[in-house]
């Protein structure tokens, strides 16, 4: 199974921005549509962003479209995501995996996850 590592997260205040960094550990991110999901406390997990391998195509959750931007270099097998304009509502635990596709942003099953970073977002 892939193995991801995360990290960038952090306490903000609302409108504040972060950027989150996902690592490949031991493979090369290059073949992988990549995906950001977070959990809140007391929710499933939700798709957040995803993106293609080549990083030509992009999907975001309504709740974030217009305040979040994904990326990715694969030459350095990191995938970005920089949260602007963040909410309270954005408070979760973000973790990065590999996705079904671009379109259907959701983890594919049976994947492990890594320690996720949290993201607390202060009102």
């Known amino acids: 199974q892939l193995q991801f590592v995360e990290s960038g997260g952090g306490l903000v205040q609302a409108g504040g921005s972060l950027r989150l960094s996902c690592a490949a550990s031991g493979f090369t991110l290059d073949y992988y549509a990549i995906g950001w999901f977070r959990q809140a406390p007391g929710k499933e997990r939700e798709g957040v962003s995803c993106i293609s391998s080549s990083g030509e195509s992009t999907n975001y959750a309504d709740s974030v479209k217009g305040r979040f931007t994904i990326s990715r270099d694969n030459a350095k097998s990191t995938v970005y995501l920089q949260m602007n304009s963040l909410q309270p509502e954005d408070t979760a635990v973000y973790y990065c995996?590999?996705?079904?596709?671009?379109?259907?942003?959701?983890?594919?099953?049976?994947?492990?996850w890594g320690q996720g970073t949290q993201v607390t977002v202060s009102s």
């Open positions: 995996g590999e996705s079904v596709g671009v379109r259907a942003c959701m983890p594919i099953s049976g994947s492990s």
